[in-house]
Nanobody
């Protein structure tokens, strides 16, 4: 069982930056692929970024590539999402998720555990 708690969301102007954190409980955090998803009002939840526990590889949605960076600190049981050059279309509730399988998951259905989400609002 893994419990995830996100933090770091807030209100920022376009072009600004935020860093989201996701703290995980459980002793096997290092054996989970960690992902970030987001859901804007009236839209489906979408993949943002993921980092594999196997080799540390990362994968990003095209919409955030070059602006967002996912990283993890296994000693702190925490995964981060550094978001730079934010745009109004990045406004959403951001969720972190944990996947116990071997691959680098990008689909919502592949993830086993979810946090409660943190709101990010970007003004124009």
């Amino acid at each position: 069982q893994v419990q995830l708690v996100e933090s770091g969301g807030g209100f920022v102007q376009a072009g600004g930056s935020l860093r989201l954190s996701c703290a995980a409980s459980g002793r096997t955090f290092s054996k989970y692929t960690m992902g970030w998803f987001r859901q804007a009002p009236g839209k489906k939840r979408e993949f943002v970024a993921a980092t594999s526990w196997v080799d540390g590889s990362t994968y990003y949605a095209d919409s955030v590539k070059g602006r967002f960076t996912i990283s993890r600190d296994n000693a702190k049981n925490t995964v981060y999402l550094q978001m730079n050059s934010l745009k109004p279309e990045d406004t959403a509730v951001y969720y972190c998720a944990a996947d116990a399988s071997y691959g680098l998951a990008t689909e919502e259905v592949e993830y086993d555990y979810w946090g409660q989400g943190t709101q990010v609002t970007v003004s124009s």
